[in-house]
């Protein structure tokens, strides 16, 4: 998985920030199931997440809300450093849609995490 800031933008200290989680899945997924993303404990996890699909270039996306939207229902688990997402409608069989790659991209964007209050190097982060 790649996590990176806003349209890769820098990210200043103890400000806002809008971060982008493009995962690589090789299983089927199926409608309604829950994707936990556990946060380092640098970054403070809003109370209430904002959390929406992108598109991707790899291929078509499937990971969008019951109404075909791309903002999808999510909550915090502050005490954990933990996010859930759910309300992904399609079911996704990835020997049919995966191609030949047998496996699809999709990205999150979840907003508005605090940063880090110092500098930290990449290597200190866990995702």
Avoid: Q, R
């Avoid at 493009?22 to 109370?47: G, R």
């Amino acid at each position: 998985m790649a996590v990176t800031a806003e349209s890769g933008k820098n990210v200043e200290v103890n400000t806002t920030a809008e971060l982008h989680f493009k995962i690589n899945v090789n299983l089927d997924i199926w409608s309604h199931d829950v994707f936990v993303l556990e946060v380092s404990d640098k970054w403070v996890i809003p109370d209430n997440p904002v959390c929406k699909s992108v598109e991707v270039s790899e291929n078509t996306n499937y990971f969008l809300a019951a109404d075909g939207a791309d903002a999808l229902p999510c909550s915090a688990d502050k005490d954990n450093n933990k996010i859930y997402v759910y309300g992904i409608e399609n079911e996704i069989d990835i020997d049919v849609l995966g191609g030949e790659k047998g496996s699809l991209y999709f990205e999150l964007s979840i907003g508005s995490f605090t940063a880090p209050d110092a500098d930290f190097y990449t290597s200190a982060y866990y995702w």
